[in-house]
């Protein structure tokens, strides 16, 4: 009797010192601190960098039993499920905090990365099958269905939850840009053998905006760097960059996205390798000898950005395929867009285009950013502009009547020692602000020798 008593009082001891079942439960809140959520926030595309701290990936990634001290009373799995379903449901029970142990801001230890790297590991091979799946379907039946395993992943709920919640304004408002451009992009893939969600990649990279820019240089829906869009055909000179044309940049990136399957094998490798680079992702993975992306995250100075890149496009692309699933519920669509093209001869300003074709200014310019000076091309005999869908019969009229009564030259002007921009303009009927324009200069000083484009019409007005 003694020995019970005995044994029964030492068991309450260790119960008050350690606790029976030890459980530390965080909320939402604890994901990031609200100073970090409010710098996150900025007029500048912001979707494709959110805040990922160490210690926030350590205890969402450790999905897999994690070898533990024996000394070490807490029990991993537990915790790492109330912390999931913390940060991904609104729990109506009361919160229970604890003191932090000593050791939370000690390195993750071998396990938990080996654990990390593992749960990756099946989250990019099941995304892997949904892909190939898509692919292998007939051209009307061409969708990516993405596995329960995929959806319920960590990494992507993860994501879900920022870009509807901590990003919900402004993930919003791209959203109701994809309505411009979604069904020309879907189209495009289809028509190219891949399966229309690819063309989230486009949220992710530019929030579907054609004069998106980067500080790599990357510019347009699909953000092209100059030696890639080249590689693909992309005009890009002090007039024209076809990077910021929708349509063909969609047709380049869709070649892209196939060149890198076929190099690399493996869908969620070309997904990252679009945003990283070919050259980058294929330098990683031979200097560690990793063998797949999540190995290489763990081995490989990569950019976070490239890092998520992946969970981060199944995440957009699950929200976008159903709003209201996750609360976007008002969204308003911008209208799909719908031109037709009609050929010009020579310099054009858009002003002159809207005009003859009886619409407005900002609709021709917003169906042609490629156009970066507000005008054609000078030096090319014709080039195709848009115009809103309906239009071009009434623009090709009007535009074969001012050919008849206005002919249009362009001279080269070389710069003589005493001259200046306003000498200059004055000589040939020009206003100094369309001549400095037409020649992309910044302000009026000229040097001796330089050349300058100048228009000349016949009769002065409607296409000067």
Known sequence: ??????????????????????????????????????????????????????????????????????????????????????????????????????????????????????????????????????????????????????????????????????????????????????????????????????????????????????????????????????????????WVDERRDPIKSTRAAAAHLKELHGYFGRWYLATAAYNGGQGAINRAMQSVGAKDFSALTEKANLSDETRNFVPRFVAAALIATDPKKYGFEDVIYETPLEYEEVEVHGYLQLATVAEIAGTDGESIKALNPALLRGHTPPGEDSFLVKVPAGHAQVFAQAYQRSRETHSTQMVTHEVQRGETIFSIARRYGQKVRSLMELNGLTDSRLRVGQKLMVILTGLRGTLR
């Open 1 to 238: 009797m003694w020995t019970r008593a005995i044994i029964f009082a030492l068991g309450l001891a260790i119960c008050g010192t350690y606790g029976c079942a030890p459980v530390v439960i965080s909320s939402a809140r604890n994901f990031h601190a609200p100073q970090q959520l409010e710098s996150s926030q900025s007029s500048e595309t912001v979707l494709s960098q959110p805040p990922i701290e160490a210690p926030l990936e350590e205890s969402i990634f450790a999905l897999v039993e994690e070898q533990q001290p024996e000394s070490s009373p807490v029990v991993s799995l537990p915790v790492i499920e109330l912390r999931l379903r913390t940060a991904e449901e609104k729990s109506e029970g009361p919160e229970v905090r604890e003191k932090p142990a000593k050791t939370q801001n000690v390195s993750p230890s071998v396990s938990q990365r080996v654990s990390r790297s593992r749960a990756d590991d099946h989250l990019l091979e099941l995304l892997e099958k949904d892909l190939k799946k898509a692919v292998e379907q007939t051209l009307k039946r061409r969708r990516l269905e993405f596995s329960r395993a995929v959806v319920q992943n960590a990494r992507v709920r993860y994501f879900i939850n920022y870009y509807s919640k901590n990003q919900r304004e402004h993930f919003a408002k791209a959203l109701a840009r994809s309505g411009r451009y979604f069904p020309m992009i879907a189209k495009t893939l289809h028509e190219e053998g891949l399966p229309e969600e690819l063309a989230y990649l486009a949220l992710i990279e530019s929030e579907f905006s054609p004069q998106a820019s980067s500080p790599a240089g990357a510019v347009g829906l699909w953000q092209f760097v100059p030696s890639t869009a080249r590689k693909y055909g992309l005009k890009m000179d002090s």
